[in-house]
């Protein structure tokens, strides 16, 4: 599994990418302009990611406005829906309007910190990004 981690708090992403470190390749970006960046080369080089975790309250570009960009990206590229990142927000805010948002514009889960790692592997296998047996 390919993972890019979108956080801007430096010992989140360190973390996170512990966590995932274990089921694959782990990309980190500080923000969202950083992390369209890497997104769309990595659909260039036709190695996309399978997976990103994104917060939404960054600097520079925010998740809900990164999540856009990367649907967008995908739609300009012609990228199918079997092919399609699966994007899980994970973040400090659990208001109804910020899920409602992100579920509007995509994204397949919606996590809030402090991250717990049961319901984080539950969206994993939901997902078919990970087998039953992977910790």
């Known amino acids: 599994m390919k993972t890019l981690i979108v956080d801007d708090d430096f010992a989140n992403r360190k973390m996170m990418q512990q966590r995932f470190n274990r089921y694959g390749q782990t990309h980190l970006a500080s923000n969202?302009?950083?992390?369209?960046e890497i997104?769309?080369?990595?659909?260039?080089?036709d190695e996309?990611?399978?997976l990103i975790c994104l917060d939404i309250a960054m600097p520079v570009m925010d998740g809900h406005e990164t999540l856009k960009e990367?649907?967008?990206i995908e739609e300009v590229l012609r990228v199918d829906a079997v092919r399609a990142a699966n994007i899980l927000m994970i973040t400090a805010m659990a208001d109804r309007?910020?899920?409602?948002q992100?579920?509007?514009n995509n994204c397949q889960g919606y996590l809030v910190k402090p991250l717990d790692m049961?319901?984080?592997k539950n969206e994993l296998l939901c997902l078919n990004?990970?087998?039953?047996?992977q910790q």
């Open 39 to 45: 997104f769309t080369e990595a659909l260039k080089t």
């Open 48 to 50: 996309p990611f399978d």
């Open 70 to 72: 990367f649907r967008r």
């Open 102 to 104: 992100a579920i509007g």
């Open 129 to 133: 990004l990970i087998d039953d047996d």
């Open 32 to 36: 969202g302009k950083q992390a369209i």
């Open 97 to 100: 309007d910020n899920v409602v």
């Open 118 to 120: 049961k319901r984080l």
